[in-house]
């Protein structure tokens, strides 16, 4: 059960996280991610982790994106922005891409953010396999996410262990709270863990899965298997795969491989989690609690040769903290003719620094660099106190434009978003050649 005691409810939380994991086998995204990531359910996500394997990464086509975000990254953004989710994190090693999203009201409850790469595939040379990760701590709960693509073909099931276990030793995050990856409280282990269905033949395969007798291969998923002999393994645990295999299908079509090799489907993209049991004293003061809601696929998208697939799961948890570190605020109107002031005070200690920033950004931003403009917190001290300071923003950096506005205090020492204010209008400027007339006006 997910209830917690009586005593904490006015600090648990609720938090419905939306995790996706895709093969897209090198093509571009489709127009419309509507349904993968559920965006016409009355349900709205907390979060949304996506995960991608072999995502294009020709040398030509991955220095461009190194200059600009790629196409996926691109369509995710611009899909789940305008509905108030932050890009809060990113990793990208060649065809492995991983994103975290976050509604904008968790943003600054969202710190100790890292992330790291492992590359095993060609000698690790170029890092077409492997595993790209994202840590963080979510009211104080340690959370790590694991995206692995890890090696192909049948015969290579204990490669796939080996490989697995490589990247856990390699993966480290500091010397802070939980430096690996089975330190963290809850650990996401997900992407195309390239686990195949071992001994039946093709025809049998076929049958189980046009009858909806899926259980009838279970016992021979190589993940299944290997979870009987590797202690690592067992730690983990899985929904049941009640969705058809998601490897490998003819493009644009529900048609497993009909070319000359003739694949045999298999489960390869998996999500898999490990709550940790160690931390018991910290359990039971700050519980956090998971059910997995739905692990399914989704048979619409035919750009690739995988399905993608989807777990959705609620976390139950105790905030460790209420309060963001700090508060900040627009003062008095704001509009493009006028310098303005932002007022900002920590709630609680924390390691400031002179470059610490703070952002103003459109409603509807994407990610910490969308900022409109920025104003260091220490050169354009106003006045201080104990408790409030004061920083001076031009007229000359404030959009023209107007609209919706938000300020974002940005801590360069946690390397994360600390503080964000209400929203906040910001009235459209004069039309340059009026400011002209006004000063010729002024002056005569």
Same mark, same amino acid.
């Given at each position: 059960s997910l209830s917690l005691s009586h005593s904490s409810l006015s600090h648990s939380l609720s938090i419905l996280l939306h995790m996706v994991t895709w093969n897209v086998a090198t093509a571009d995204p489709p127009d419309d991610i509507s349904s993968l990531l559920h965006l016409n359910s009355p349900k709205t996500p907390d979060l949304y982790v996506i995960g991608l394997q072999e995502v294009y990464a020709a040398p030509h086509r991955f220095i461009i994106d190194m200059a600009v975000e790629d196409s996926w990254s691109h369509l995710f953004m611009s899909s789940l922005a305008p509905r108030g989710y932050l890009k809060v994190s990113s990793i990208r090693m060649q065809g492995l891409l991983l994103l975290f999203f976050s509604k904008l009201a968790h943003v600054p409850f969202i710190r100790d953010i890292h992330d790291t790469y492992t590359r095993t595939g060609i000698f690790g040379y170029w890092g077409n396999k492997g595993g790209v990760s994202i840590r963080l701590s979510f009211y104080g709960h340690m959370l790590c996410f694991l995206n692995c693509h890890?090696?192909?073909?049948?015969?290579?099931?204990?490669?796939?262990?080996?490989?697995?276990?490589?990247?856990?030793?390699?993966?480290?995050?500091?010397?802070?709270?939980?430096?690996?990856?089975?330190?963290?409280?809850?650990? !996401?282990?997900? &992407?195309? *863990?390239? /686990?195949?269905?071992?001994?039946?033949?093709?025809? +049998?395969?076929?049958?189980?899965?046009? #009858?909806?007798?899926?259980?009838?291969?279970?016992?021979?998923?190589?993940?299944?298997?290997?979870?009987?002999?590797?202690?690592?393994?067992?730690? !983990?645990?899985? &929904?049941? *795969?009640? /969705?058809?295999?998601?490897?490998?299908?003819?493009? +644009?079509?529900?048609?497993?491989?009909? #070319?000359?090799?003739?694949?045999?489907?298999?489960?390869?993209?998996?999500?898999?989690?490990?709550?940790?049991?160690?931390?018991?004293?910290?359990?039971?003061?700050?519980?956090?609690?998971?059910?997995?809601?739905?692990?399914?696929?989704?048979?619409?998208?035919?750009?690739?040769?995988?399905?993608p697939v989807i777990g959705i799961f609620t976390l139950e948890l105790r905030k460790m903290y209420e309060t963001p570190l700090v508060r900040v605020c627009a003062e008095g109107e704001w509009s493009a003719d006028i310098d303005a002031m932002v007022i900002y005070s920590p709630l609680q200690p924390f390691p400031s620094s002179a470059w610490d920033w703070i952002g103003l950004y459109k409603v509807g931003f994407r990610s910490v660099s969308d900022y409109i403009t920025y104003t260091w917190v220490k050169d354009d001290e106003v006045s201080f106190n104990d408790e409030l300071t004061q920083v001076y923003v031009s007229k000359d950096e404030i959009p023209v434009l107007g609209g919706e506005c938000v300020l974002c205090y940005y801590c360069s020492t946690l390397q994360c978003i600390v503080g964000i204010s209400s929203p906040f209008k910001v009235s459209a400027g004069l039309a340059p050649e009026n400011i002209n007339g006004l000063d010729k006006a002024t002056a005569s």
């Open positions: 890890l090696a192909a073909h049948m015969q290579y099931a204990s490669q796939r262990v080996d490989e697995f276990e490589y990247i856990l030793d390699t993966q480290t995050f500091g010397p802070k709270k939980a430096p690996h990856v089975l330190d963290h409280k809850l650990v !996401f282990w997900f &992407g195309d *863990l390239n /686990f195949r269905i071992q001994d039946h033949g093709m025809h +049998f395969l076929r049958n189980c899965i046009t #009858s909806h007798k899926l259980n009838l291969l279970w016992s021979k998923d190589q993940l299944t298997m290997m979870k009987k002999k590797e202690a690592v393994l067992q730690e !983990f645990d899985e &929904g049941p *795969l009640d /969705f058809q295999p998601t490897y490998k299908f003819d493009r +644009f079509s529900d048609r497993y491989d009909s #070319s000359g090799k003739m694949r045999k489907p298999a489960w390869t993209d998996r999500i898999l989690w490990r709550k940790n049991t160690k931390q018991q004293e910290e359990e039971e003061e700050f519980p956090l609690k998971l059910k997995q809601d739905s692990y399914t696929s989704n048979m619409e998208y035919g750009v690739s040769d995988h399905k």
